[in-house]
């Protein structure tokens, strides 16, 4: 049970590691938190920082998620598998609950007073160890999203919104087996929540016109009637 808990501790230190408040500071000499949106997560940093500076960020933010939910589980099971103390234990159990650990320290990270980014690509990380494919659907419905409203923001809640969708109709109508199909929906339905928690003010700013976009990324527009 120790390992257990310490594996949610270093899953939560892990993600709670301010990937673009290091960068801001150690390169450029300004913490981001007082530029663009005052937010440390990658869209802010792509900003701020640049493009390259803005990928360095995503991708460290996005292994915050994958390397806890992925490598973590693994060495609970071997050592832990067979554990009376542990009998529950499931590797998807695992995988969920340290993953949504490095979730909470991106969002509420202890090294920045308890905050942090949205979660985006911290909770990419931890699909991409848990359902690749399912992600990489939902990675095309955020480029969709994003290409025609040049909003980010928009992209990350429908992709967010997609992905209980497409294990639903894989598991149903595909007849895709999952491990443990019920924990995985209900899992996913709590990301599609906490991912609206994070975004609620970027939704309150959608709804009043006023979210930023990155119009340069716009490809399909909507033509004005004349």
Same mark, same amino acid.
């Given at each position: 049970m120790f390992y257990f808990v310490l594996g949610i501790v270093l899953s939560y230190l892990l993600g709670s590691f301010p990937t673009a408040v290091v960068v801001s500071k150690v390169f450029f000499g300004f913490d981001i938190r007082t530029r663009g949106s005052g937010n440390m997560g990658s869209t802010n940093a792509f900003r701020q920082l640049g493009v390259f500076w803005g990928i360095v960020v995503q991708i460290v933010d996005i292994l915050k998620g994958f390397i806890p939910t992925f490598f973590f589980p693994k060495v609970i099971i071997d050592y832990f598998g067979k554990s009376s103390e542990l009998f529950w234990v499931d590797e998807l159990v695992l995988m969920f609950i340290f993953g949504f650990s490095a979730i909470a320290g991106h969002i509420w990270s202890v090294f920045v007073g308890f905050k942090g980014g949205k979660g985006i690509n911290t909770a990419l990380g931890m699909l991409l160890a848990i359902s690749p494919l399912e992600v990489l659907i939902c990675l095309g419905v955020f480029l969709l999203a994003?290409?025609?409203?040049? /909003?980010?923001?928009?992209?990350?809640?429908?992709?967010? $919104?997609?992905?209980?969708?497409? /294990?639903?109709?894989?598991?149903?109508? #595909?007849? &895709?087996?999952?491990?443990?199909?019920? !924990?995985?929906?209900?899992?996913? $339905?709590?990301? $599609?929540? !906490? /991912? #609206? $928690?994070? &975004?609620?003010?970027?939704? +309150? +700013?959608i709804i009043n016109g006023t979210e930023n976009k990155f119009e340069q990324f716009k490809i399909f527009r909507m033509k004005k009637r004349k």
């Open positions: 994003f290409l025609s409203t040049g /909003i980010v923001s928009i992209g990350s809640i429908l992709a967010s $919104f997609v992905y209980p969708l497409v /294990i639903i109709i894989r598991y149903m109508i #595909l007849n &895709h087996e999952y491990s443990n199909f019920p !924990l995985l929906l209900i899992f996913s $339905f709590l990301l $599609f929540v !906490l /991912i #609206l $928690f994070t &975004h609620r003010a970027n939704i +309150r +700013r």
